[in-house]
């Protein structure tokens, strides 16, 4: 089991934290002589789906694929509301994990990395950076690792804040404690992700995700479909989430592709 795990870290190793951007006939190569089922489905993705940007599989590649494809929305599209919006939304989690007797020296270098991130994809400012920095950026592991950190701390202080809510999927998933999960299965890196850690990540970043499921399953008439699943977060009040009203439903602008233990970023047409 040790050396199986030895070799998968290699293998992982060869691939950079972020990839490029790299069109999708690259999966059905990858799935060329794979099962069938999973090659008409990335039939059907190509036709809804222009592009794919592998992370590595070390275990962050959900924190991470997040990470990278929330900075490079706010890089293209300069929004400063949502950019507004979600700094509050950092401050509320930090609030949090001092109420739930976190340290702030455990976590406060993690949560000045990301605001100084988020600064610096906004262009005409003396720390802006271009889409190839934030590549760059982003495979730099000292600070690659820090904002994925800052992620586990963000998604870990929802659950704990939350924990009667989460407390029946947890455990569904283990036979754990909501204290216990956190503990070990969130906060600490290379832990991988679930439908947990994706809707506690949404919900305390007040951020849509879609999840599009690449697996094996299919219709019980025979159909190939493409599931996905969209972790909308419950807006609470009249908050203002970039150019949307709190009112109105709120569409995902980050996209992944999950295959099983794995997460990448999907771009639509």
Known sequence: MQQQSAIQAEEAEKIPFVGDKEPLSSLAVEYKSGNAILLEKIKVLIKQYAAIRRTRGDGNCFFRSFMFAYLEHILESQDRAEADRITVSVEQCRKTLLSLGYAEFTFEDFFALFLEQLENVF??????????????????????????????????????????????????????????????????????????HITALSEALGVPIRVVYLDRSSCDNGNVIVNHHDFIPSTKGDLTYGNVRGSETLKPFITMLYRPGHYDILYPK
Do not use: W
């Open 123 to 196: 262009q005409g400012s003396e720390g802006s950076i271009s889409h190839d920095e934030l590549v760059q950026r982003s495979r730099d592991q000292s600070l690659s690792d820090y904002v994925v950190m800052f992620f586990r701390f963000v998604a870990s202080g929802e659950i704990r804040k939350r924990s009667e809510f989460y407390e029946p999927f947890i455990q569904g998933l283990t036979n754990t404690s909501v204290e216990q999960f956190c503990k070990s299965m969130v906060e600490p890196m290379g832990e991988e992700s679930d439908h947990v």
